[in-house]
């Protein structure tokens, strides 16, 4: 008995912690270095055309550009957001977030209702006359269902008078109740990154092929399509699912990616040692792909006016970090040939 008390005690001091994945780096794009300490934010509109602004704070801005951010039919709240919401208004942008489901509507409405929000934000906002848009600086994102929606809205832009989306990016778009429609109207200006992921359904992964072809009229140089890798070494595993955009901080808000999702997750092989675990709702799938990918797609659309070979050719941005044991993340595939 004496044996087995010390053989176990053997087993359990050479027991490794399970390593961790990466932490938010200090800089750089996707970085905590913030040129704004808060954020605030208003509210304006009514049932499917109501919406909400977010702006940078601490200092407050006196002329920024804007996000068109598009949620998925499942997280209608900008609470699922709010880490990205934050980061890109610490970054200096204003971030709209429309509730564009709103009540017993019509899916085939939602488009128009997103377009509505959205001119009806411009008026608001020049009428508040705190900070001056420049419409010039506008970029679309959507996830899931609300990806559809975004390449929808920037093809129609010009139709409905918008201005120009220069900055497009859906994110693991699905199907749902929406169907692509005629790309064509998007910008050649555009630039268009594409995130998709290896555990998106069969169709949802043929959909984002779908977009990048269906743009044709962004040139070659100005589209990517992004490929995530999950990565199960470490604790809490790093998934490439449907849900790995949501980055809510309110527990709330945690429980239902967790619910969601596989709840427990085979991370390692040796079932006695370490069976299950559980994903984070932030990680870094948050700070490595979806807001360093926004930060870089942004800088080289408004801030250098290059197309987009530096981010398909940068061994950094395909770079995922390490986790705590020095072994690597699986690399980001970026491509313009998927």
Same mark, same amino acid.
Request: proline fraction near 7%; glycine fraction near 6%.
């Given at each position: 008995?004496?044996?087995?008390?010390? @053989?176990? =005690?053997?087993? *359990?001091?050479?027991? $490794?912690?399970? %390593?961790?994945? /990466? !932490?938010?780096?200090?800089? +750089?794009?996707?970085?905590?270095?913030?040129?704004?300490?808060?954020?605030?934010?208003?509210?304006?509109?009514?049932?499917?055309?109501?919406?909400?602004?977010?702006?940078?704070?601490?200092?407050?801005?006196?002329?920024?550009?804007?996000?068109?951010?598009?949620?998925?039919?499942?997280?209608?709240?900008?609470?699922?957001?709010?880490?990205?919401?934050?980061?890109?208004?610490?970054?200096?942008?204003?971030?709209?977030?429309?509730?564009?489901?709103?009540?017993?509507?019509?899916?085939?409405?939602?488009?128009?209702?997103?377009?509505?929000?959205?001119?009806?934000?411009?008026?608001?906002?020049?009428?508040?006359?705190?900070?001056?848009?420049?419409?010039?600086?506008?970029?679309?994102?959507?996830?899931?269902?609300?990806?559809?929606?975004?390449?929808?809205?920037? @093809?129609? =832009?010009?139709? *409905?008078?918008?201005? $120009?989306?220069? %900055?497009?990016? /859906? !994110?693991?778009?699905?199907? +749902?109740?929406?169907?692509?429609?005629?790309?064509?109207?998007?910008?050649?200006?555009?630039?268009?990154?594409?995130?998709?992921?290896?555990?998106?359904?069969?169709?949802?992964?043929?959909?984002?092929?779908?977009?990048?072809?269906?743009?044709?009229?962004?040139?070659?140089?100005?589209?990517?399509?992004?490929?995530?890798?999950?990565?199960?070494?470490?604790?809490?595993?790093?998934?490439?699912?449907?849900?790995?955009?949501?980055?809510?901080?309110?527990?709330?808000?945690?429980?239902?990616?967790?619910?969601?999702?596989?709840?427990?997750?085979?991370?390692?092989?040796?079932?006695?040692?370490?069976?299950?675990?559980?994903?984070?709702?932030?990680?870094?799938?948050?700070?490595?792909?979806?807001?360093?990918?926004?930060?870089?797609?942004?800088?080289?659309?408004?801030?250098?006016?290059?197309?987009?070979?530096?981010? $398909?050719?940068?061994?950094?941005?395909?770079?995922?970090?390490?986790?705590?044991?020095?072994?690597?993340?699986?690399?980001?595939?970026?491509?313009?040939?998927?």
């Amino acid at each position: 008995m004496l044996l087995i008390y010390l @053989a176990a =005690a053997v087993v *359990f001091a050479y027991a $490794k912690e399970p %390593a961790r994945g /990466p !932490v938010q780096s200090a800089d +750089g794009p996707g970085g905590s270095f913030y040129a704004h300490e808060s954020i605030t934010h208003w509210e304006s509109g009514k049932n499917h055309e109501r919406y909400q602004v977010f702006e940078p704070a601490s200092p407050s801005v006196k002329k920024a550009g804007f996000v068109l951010m598009i949620h998925d039919r499942m997280t209608p709240d900008p609470e699922f957001y709010l880490g990205q919401i934050r980061h890109l208004c610490r970054k200096g942008w204003i971030v709209l977030f429309p509730f564009y489901q709103g009540t017993n509507q019509f899916e085939r409405h939602y488009m128009f209702n997103v377009i509505r929000s959205t001119k009806d934000f411009m008026l608001k906002i020049f009428a508040r006359g705190k900070i001056e848009l420049d419409t010039s600086k506008f970029a679309i994102t959507g996830v899931g269902c609300g990806a559809v929606l975004a390449v929808n809205t920037a @093809a129609c =832009a010009d139709y *409905f008078g918008l201005p $120009k989306p220069l %900055a497009i990016m /859906p !994110v693991m778009p699905e199907h +749902g109740f929406f169907k692509l429609l005629d790309l064509t109207g998007i910008s050649r200006e555009s630039r268009l990154l594409i995130i998709s992921g290896d555990r998106a359904a069969p169709p949802n992964a043929q959909l984002a092929h779908d977009i990048f072809y269906t743009a044709d009229r962004v040139k070659i140089n100005n589209k990517a399509l992004v490929y995530v890798l999950s990565d199960y070494y470490g604790q809490p595993p790093l998934m490439a699912d449907q849900l790995s955009p949501l980055s809510p901080e309110k527990p709330n808000y945690e429980k239902f990616l967790v619910a969601n999702r596989n709840t427990f997750i085979k991370a390692y092989k040796d079932e006695f040692s370490a069976p299950y675990t559980q994903g984070k709702p932030i990680d870094a799938y948050d700070w490595k792909v979806t807001y360093r990918l926004f930060d870089v797609l942004t800088d080289l659309t408004f801030n250098h006016n290059t197309d987009l070979a530096h981010l $398909k050719k940068s061994k950094d941005l395909k770079n995922m970090g390490y986790w705590s044991d020095g072994k690597k993340l699986k690399n980001l595939i970026i491509t313009d040939r998927p």
